[in-house]
Every structure is written in structure tokens, then in C-alpha cells.
């Protein structure tokens, strides 16, 4: 938990990104030896300097968004093993770990698969459900907002997410709908209303299940978070994140499906842009509650549908980066860097990204020219990527050793760089890996 200082209201926005990263950085850890500790106070060093764009010693090789899967895969477990059996997950986890020395924690995803099976979650497919046990989780996108509801949705975004999504994506839920509309009750009657779905069987039949939802989750998450911290004892930090999208992708990835918000560029563009707008708020003040509540200093965006193949610049600039942008500077207020997972290509989109403040953004590309990132971004916000994943399921040890060379040679004398796969892998070599985190130490 982040406990704000006394004086929050009266620091600038780097001041208050000072006090986020000190607390992550400082938080205890009960190390194993003092060379654990001496290990975890070194790395963790090293990667706050890059985050400060500070001078140090070299750049950092992150494993995590590509070899998440590989670290537990590599010794037999399977998709289905990172849904349900986390808690086969520790031993290769630790090994891993004690084995390469990484500069900073890798593992999989905590995927809660027990609890999307009792909440009979329809967005997405995973290893021992519907696919195989050899794959672990893939979306299945839906049309889950009708296009006549983006007014209802625009008005009250939590109103429409608790009453209308939810039972939508997932049945368990459906009594929800039932639910009055909160902020209606302000009189002793209007209790009434608020409580009547309580009476009801199918309410409590869903109250039931969520109860043991619940206590299933914090049976994961006590395996889940013992194995994290005794990664952290073994003397390895993990940088903090609190997930989020962009307002556009959250209505394209989740409400709308890719087909309908394609479309609702053309048809409704007014509607989506006032959905849009509705999304800001609430999407600030969300990570803001969640970086205060577990104490991440960063909030990890996945983008989806801003990338140069999805949309033309002109759309980019009226759909997506607006409020994005709003998102993003609402958190830096607040002192929260914005880590920007880029998927595909972003050429085009580089002189929007700069205009953001300084220090405020990690930039990780996936298919992006790197050089014009370290021509117009590198002197004002910490770069990683872009090994290819391809590279590393397909190429060539001497292939990869190659390409991470020329990373380091193109950002050796940026101020921060963190060298990063362009996205995830589920195979690949120790070789390979090997030379990936080699490169960062000539």
C-alpha cells in the first residue's frame, strides 16, 4: 500500500512520482542471505537510475514480456498449468530464477481459471476448458454493447459495466441487473429499492457462488503471491503495474468486438467519441485507487488499436489519442508512469507520443523503427524493446546475439533503455535467452 505524505496536494507531478518509486523501492523484503540482498538492492538500483534517466552502469535485460511462459514451459508445464495448478508453477519459477540470474522477476500471468470457470466467463478461451491443455488463454471478441447503447453508456459508464456488461460476459452475474441505480439512493425510502435484489433466490444463489469465488482467489493468490515473494527473497525485483487499456480499445477490444468499432468510425463517430470521453475519468481515477491500494508505481498500457496498420493518422488523432493522452496525463499528475506496451508498428505515431512530459512514459515497441524512437523520444522517456518474438521462436542463437547488439549499439548512450522482446513467445532456447541477457553486460 502507497501512503501519501502529508504534504500530496502541494508536489509537482515529478515530486509525487519521486515518493511512488521510493516506496517501491524501499518496500521490505525478507531476503534469504545478504547476498540475496546485496543481489535485489544492486538490480533494483540499477533499473531505478534508468527509470530516473540517470547515469548507470548498463541498460537491464527484461524477460518478462516475452519469456513468461517459456521460464515454466521449459521444464514440462503446460498452458493449462498457468490457468489452473499455479501452484506447480514455484519450483521451475525458483529454479529459473537461481539458474540465469535476471535483472529483474519473470513469471506467467496468474491466470484465475477456477474462478472464470464459476463465473462462466465468455471473452475469453483457456487450456483445459475449450482449448487444449497445451495453450493457456485466448480472447474470443464479442459484441457485448449494442450500438444503440452508447448514449446509456457514455452517461453512466459504471452504471452500464455493472448492470449490462458484466451479466453479459458473464452469466453468474446476470442478477446484477437487477441492481438500482446507486446514486438515486439519498432518502430512507430508496432503501427499498436498493435492497429488494438481496431478498430475491437468484441474487443470493449469485452471492453464494461469488463468496466461494472469492475464497478460491485468495487461495491462489496466497500460492501466487508466497512464490513472488520468495523470487524477491532470492534477491530479484519486479517492477509494479496496474493494467489498463486506452479508452478506444477498451470499447473496441471489450464492449464493441474490432468489426463494430471499425464500423462506428463511420457511423457513430459522435457517440464514440462521447463514450470515449465518459471512459477518462473513470479510467484515472481506477489506476490511481489500484497504485494506491498495492503500492505499483507504473500503470502497464496494452495497446491494441492505435497501431499504423489499424487506422490512418487522421483517425488515430481523432479517436484515439485524445483521450489517451487525458488518461495519461491524469496519472502523471498523480505521479504514476505510464508503461506503454506498443504492439505492432507505431512510425506514425511518435511525435504524438512526445508530446507527453518528460520522463512520464516507458515506450516498449514491438515493431517499430528504432531509430527514429531514439531520434525523437530517447532524450525524454525510457525505451525498451524490440526483439522480435519471431527472432526468438524461429531464428538463430547467433541471429539474436546479432540483433541485440545492434540495440545496444543504436542505444548505448541513451539515458534510459531497457532491452525487451517485442511480445511473447511461448518456445524458444536457453541459448537463445542467454544471449539476449548477455548483450546488456559487454
Known sequence: MFTKPDNWNKMSPRERRKARLDAWQHAPVAFVSPEAEANYKERIG?????????????????????????????????????????????EPLLEFHNEFQPDVTVSPLPYPGKIMDMLNYQTYIW????????????????EHMMGDEYREFAADPTNFWLKKY?????????????????????ENVDIIDMMVPFGLPPFQEMLKTLMEAGNELMKMLGVVGQTGAMIAASGFPGMGFNIVKTPFDYLGDTLRGTKGILTDMY??????????????????????????????????????KGADSFMSQKQFETFYWPTWKQVMMGLYEEGITSYLFIEGSYNKRLENLAEMPEKSLVCHFDQTEMGPVKEILSDKYIIAGNVPASLMATGT??????????????????????????????????????????????
Open 46 to 90: 540499477r533499473l531505478r537510475k534508468i527509470y530516473d534517466m540517470e547515469p548507470h552502469d548498463r541498460p537491464i535485460a527484461d524477460l518478462f514480456m516475452g519469456a513468461n511462459e517459456y521460464v515454466v514451459r521449459r521444464k514440462g508445464l503446460q498452458g493449462k498449468d498457468m490457468v489452473y495448478n499455479h501452484e506447480k508453477l514455484r
Open 127 to 142: 487450456g483445459g476448458q475449450k482449448l487444449p491443455d497445451n495453450l493457456t488463454i485466448q480472447a474470443v471478441e464479442g
Open 166 to 186: 458484466l451479466p453479459r460476459v458473464m452469466p453468474t452475474l446476470a442478477p446484477l441487473a437487477m441492481l438500482t441505480e446507486f446514486p438515486r439512493v439519498s
Open 267 to 304: 457511423r457513430r463517430p459522435a457517440d464514440l467519441l462521447a463514450a470515449c470521453e465518459a471512459y477518462v475519468p473513470v479510467l484515472i481515477n481506477a489506476v490511481i485507487n489500484a497504485s494506491d491500494r498495492n503500492g505499483a508505481p507504473a500503470a502497464l498500457y496494452v495497446l491494441h
Open 397 to 442: 542463437t547467433d541471429g539474436v546475439r546479432a540483433y541485440c547488439d545492434n540495440l545496444m549499439a543504436l542505444f548505448g548512450d541513451a539515458p534510459g533503455y531497457i532491452l525487451a522482446h517485442g511480445c511473447y513467445f511461448e518456445n524458444t532456447t536457453d541459448e537463445k535467452l542467454r544471449a539476449f541477457m548477455d548483450a546488456v553486460k559487454k
